[in-house]
C-alpha cells in the first residue's frame, strides 16, 4: 500500500488503508517517498506494515511517475503482491494511473469497502449518491490495483514493531518524470480541519452571493466546527476548492452536518451521507437534501441562519 | 502548438441514470453530449492555442454509434477538427483500454498538449488522463486550476490537500483541468455553423493498431460480481420555518449534546 505523508506525518487515509489492508491481506507492506521515510517507519509498524520501501527524495518531481516506476520494478525483480491500494488524494491517484499502464492491469477506483469472498477481493463502490453499491472485482493475473476513498474504513494501529526500511529507488523515468514543484502555497485556515471537525457547516449556491458565506463561517465557528461548501460555489470563486466536500471534494463524517442552501446532488451527498446527524436549511421543500436529513427546515438562509447565529450568541 | 482535447461523450445529465440489467453497466443507449467537465478543457485548449501563435485544437473522442454530437458542441466553440473512435468491438471497455484506444489515436495528431477533465461526469474513474500519459511517455500535471504556457513549457497551478502547488513542466505534456478554471464560452451561431463542415476522422479499433479482443468486454480484466441497495437513509422529520426554524436546530443540537 502506498503510504502518504503530510508535516503532522502518516496522513490520515493513510492509516485507514493500513486497517483495511491488514484486515483483508496476512502480510501488508507500505512503499514510501520523502527525505525522511526512516520517521515514518514507527508508525507504520504500529498500524500493522511489516516493511517499508523507501524510494527516497523526490528533488521536487511531481510523485506520479517515479513512484509507479519504483513499485512496477518491485514487481518486477520478483514481488508478488495480490494486491496494490492507493490512497484517493491527487498523488494516490497519479500514481495508480501510471502503475496501471506500467503493469498492464485496470484500476479499481472509489472504493468504500474490502470484503474476502471465496478467495476473491471484492470491492463496495457506491454509485448514484450512494443508493446503491456495486460490488466488483478483478480477473486474470497480476496483482489487482485499488484507489480507495478516505473515511471507509477506521483507522486502528495493531502494536506492531516499526517497519523494516528496504530501499526502492525510482531510476530513471525519463520525460514522464519531468513535471517538477517548484513553489507551494498553503492557504491557511484557522479552526479545525474540514475533515476532521466533529461539526461541519456547509454553504451552496442557496446563499447567492460570496458575502453570505460568513453566515456559513461564523455559524462553523459557533460551533467549533469547519466551513464546507458545495462545488458550486467553489467553482463559482466564492471559496477556495480547499473547502470543497463531496466526490471530488473532501468526504466527511461528522457528528453533526450542517448542509445550507444546498441542495443535494448525488455529487454531494457521497461526501457526506455518513454524518451521524444532517440538518439541511433550503427552501424547496422537493430538495434531495431532505431525504437524508434527520432535521429538515424548509426556509429562507438569510432568516434562519442570523436567527441561529444569534441564539448561539446570546447562550 | 498543437493542442489535444479529450472529449467524453456521456447520457444527457438531465436524464436519470441507470443500470443495464445484463452487464450492471451504464445505459449508453440514448443521445450523447459533451460531457459538461469537459467543456472547461475545451475552453482552455482555446484560448493556451490564442496565446502561441500557429495553434490549433483537435478533439479526440471514444464513443459508441458514430456519436458525435458532443464533438460538434466542440467544435462549434472554435476547434478545428476531431477524432473520434467508435467500434463495436469497444463495448463494455475499462478505463485502461479505453486509455490505450484514446493514446493510439491522440497518438496521430502529435500534440504538443493534451488537456483532459479531472474525472468524467459517467465513470468518475479520474484515472483515464494518467494512463494516457503513461502510454504516450509524457510527464502529466492533475487537478490544474491555472494553466499558462509559452509553447515550450508549462506553468501549471496544482491544487493540494492546503492549496496548491506550482508545477513547471517541459510539453509534450498532459494536463487534466477542474470545473471552474475558466468559463467556457457559448457557441456562436456562427460558430455553430462553421462546426457542420468541420471534418471529424472517425477510426475503427484496427485503423489504430489495436487487437480488438484485447479491448472491449472480451479484453476486461475487471468485472461487476453484483450491484445492491445500499442502507437507505432514513430522512427525520422536515418543518416549514414560521420563524421557529431556529429554535428547532438549537433543541436538535443540544439534544445531541453538540451545544
Ligand atoms: C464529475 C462531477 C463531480 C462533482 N463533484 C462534486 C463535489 O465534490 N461536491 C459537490 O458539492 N458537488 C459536486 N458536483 C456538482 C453537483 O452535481 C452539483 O452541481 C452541486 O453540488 C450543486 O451545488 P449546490 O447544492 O450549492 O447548488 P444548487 O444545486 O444550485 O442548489 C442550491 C439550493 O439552494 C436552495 N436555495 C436557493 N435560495 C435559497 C435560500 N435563500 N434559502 C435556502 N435555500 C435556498 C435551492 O432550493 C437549491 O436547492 C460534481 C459534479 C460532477 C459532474
Ligand atoms: N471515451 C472517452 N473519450 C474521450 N475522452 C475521455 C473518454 N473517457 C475519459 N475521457 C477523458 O478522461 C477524463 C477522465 O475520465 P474518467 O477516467 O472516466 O474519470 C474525462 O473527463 C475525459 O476528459
Given amino acids: ?315 | 502548438m498543437r493542442v489535444v482535447v479529450c472529449v467524453k461523450q456521456v447520457p444527457d445529465p438531465a436524464m436519470p441514470p441507470s443500470l443495464l440489467a445484463e452487464t450492471h453497466t451504464l445505459d449508453r443507449s440514448g443521445k450523447l453530449v459533451m460531457d459538461d467537465s469537459d467543456s472547461y478543457g475545451v475552453e482552455m485548449a482555446l484560448q493556451l492555442a490564442g496565446d502561441v501563435e500557429g495553434s490549433d485544437v483537435t478533439i479526440v473522442s471514444m464513443a459508441p454509434g458514430g456519436e458525435t454530437s458532443g464533438l460538434r458542441t466542440a467544435l462549434a466553440m472554435g476547434a478545428a477538427r476531431a477524432i473520434l473512435v467508435s467500434d463495436e468491438a469497444l463495448a463494455g471497455s475499462d478505463a485502461l483500454s479505453t486509455a490505450k484506444v484514446l493514446a493510439a489515436a491522440i497518438r496521430r495528431a502529435e500534440p504538443d498538449l493534451v488537456i483532459a477533465a479531472t474525472e468524467s461526469t459517467d465513470g468518475y474513474t479520474g484515472t483515464l488522463p494518467v494512463q494516457v500519459a503513461e502510454l504516450l511517455g509524457m510527464p502529466s500535471v492533475t487537478f490544474a486550476k491555472r494553466v499558462s504556457t509559452d509553447g515550450t513549457t508549462l506553468q501549471v497551478e496544482r491544487q493540494t490537500e492546503a492549496g496548491y502547488d506550482d508545477v513547471n513542466c517541459p510539453l509534450p505534456a498532459v494536463v487534466t483541468v477542474t470545473a471552474g478554471v475558466v468559463e467556457p464560452r457559448y457557441p456562436s451561431f456562427k460558430g455553430i455553423m462553421a462546426a457542420k463542415s468541420k471534418p471529424i476522422d472517425v477510426l475503427a479499433v484496427s485503423d489504430l493498431g489495436i487487437d480488438a479482443s484485447a479491448v472491449g468486454s472480451r479484453g476486461a480484466r475487471e468485472e461487476i460480481v453484483d450491484v445492491t441497495d445500499a442502507e437507505a437513509r432514513e430522512g427525520g422529520e422536515v418543518v416549514v420555518d414560521e420563524g421557529d426554524g431556529a429554535a428547532r436546530v438549537v433543541a436538535f443540537l443540544e439534544q445531541l449534546k453538540v451545544i
Fill in chain 1, 1 to 315: 500500500m502506498l503510504a502518504e505523508t503530510s508535516e503532522q506525518g502518516l496522513t490520515p487515509l493513510t492509516l485507514e488503508l493500513l486497517t483495511a489492508a491488514r484486515t483483508v491481506a496476512p502480510t501488508v507492506e507500505a512503499l514510501a517517498w520523502g527525505p525522511d521515510t526512516a520517521s515514518i517507519a514507527g508508525a507504520l509498524g504500529e498500524y500493522g506494515a511489516s516493511r517499508v520501501y523507501d524510494v527516497g527524495d523526490l528533488a521536487g518531481a511531481l510523485p506520479g511517475a517515479p513512484v509507479a516506476a519504483a513499485i512496477a520494478a518491485l514487481i518486477g525483480n520478483g514481488e508478488r503482491p495480490d494486491a496494490v491500494l492507493l490512497p484517493a488524494s491527487y498523488d494516490g491517484r497519479d500514481v495508480a494511473g501510471r502503475l496501471s499502464a506500467r503493469l498492464d492491469r485496470p484500476v479499481l477506483t472509489n472504493v468504500t469497502g474490502l470484503v474476502q469472498h471465496d478467495g476473491a477481493l471484492l470491492t463496495e463502490h457506491p454509485v448514484f449518491g450512494g443508493a446503491q453499491i456495486v460490488h466488483a472485482r478483478f480477473t486474470g493475473e497480476g496483482p489487482g490495483i485499488y484507489v480507495v476513498r478516505a473515511k471507509s474504513f477506521t483507522a486502528e494501529p495493531a502494536g506492531g514493531s516499526a517497519a523494516e526500511l528496504v530501499a526502492a529507488p525510482a531510476g530513471d523515468v525519463g520525460p514522464t518524470g519531468a513535471a517538477k514543484i517548484v513553489g507551494r502555497h498553503v492557504e491557511e485556515a484557522t479552526g479545525p480541519k474540514l475533515d476532521e471537525a466533529a461539526v461541519v457547516v456547509s454553504g451552496g449556491r442557496g446563499l447567492g452571493s460570496a458575502e453570505s458565506y460568513a453566515l456559513v463561517e461564523e455559524l462553523a465557528r459557533l460551533l467549533h466546527g469547519a466551513a464546507g461548501a458545495s462545488r458550486a460555489i467553489v467553482d463559482a470563486g466564492w471559496v477556495p476548492y480547499s473547502h470543497q466536500v463531496g466526490q471530488t471534494g473532501k468526504t466527511v463524517k461528522p457528528t453533526v452536518y450542517v448542509a445550507c442552501g444546498i441542495s443535494g446532488a448525488t455529487q454531494h451527498l457521497v461526501g457526506m451521507k455518513g454524518a451521524k446527524n444532517i440538518v439541511a436549511i433550503n427552501k424547496d421543500r422537493e430538495a434531495p437534501i431532505f431525504s437524508v436529513a434527520d432535521l429538515g427546515i424548509v426556509g429562507d438562509v438569510h432568516k434562519v441562519l442570523p436567527a441561529l447565529i444569534e441564539a448561539l450568541r446570546s447562550r
